[in-house]
Nanobody, 128 residues
């Protein structure tokens, strides 16, 4: 069982930045593909970014490409999401997720059903 805990959300003005963190329990974090998703009020949860188990490969949704950066520190069992140039439409609850399948292939997972474990989410609110 893996527990994921997000932090770093908050209220920020448009154009501002935030850095989200997701800490994972367990000894096999370094084998997981990790992802970030978000869900705005009244909308479905959507893919934001994913990173391979080693951190060597990443993928982003078109809506955040060039503004958000996913990274990980396997020594700290933590994955990060740097959010820059924030827009009001980025307002959502942000979730991190872990995909325990695929190792040792450097998989990148963009679909909700690919992930086995989810955090509780952290709220990001961007004011105009």
């Amino acid at each position: 069982q893996v527990q994921l805990v997000e932090s770093g959300g908050g209220l920020v003005q448009a154009g501002g930045s935030l850095k989200l963190s997701c800490s994972a329990s367990g000894r096999t974090f370094s084998r997981y593909c990790m992802g970030w998703f978000r869900q705005a009020p009244g909308k479905e949860r959507e893919f934001v970014a994913t990173i391979s188990f080693s951190g060597g490969s990443t993928s982003y949704a078109d809506s955040v490409k060039g503004r958000f950066t996913i990274s990980r520190d396997n020594a700290k069992n933590t994955v990060y999401l740097q959010l820059n140039s924030l827009k009001p439409e980025d307002t959502a609850v942000y979730y991190c997720a872990a995909n325990s399948k695929g190792y040792p292939l450097p998989v990148l997972s963009t679909t909700i059903r690919s992930y086995d474990y989810w955090g509780q989410g952290t709220q990001v609110t961007v004011s105009s």
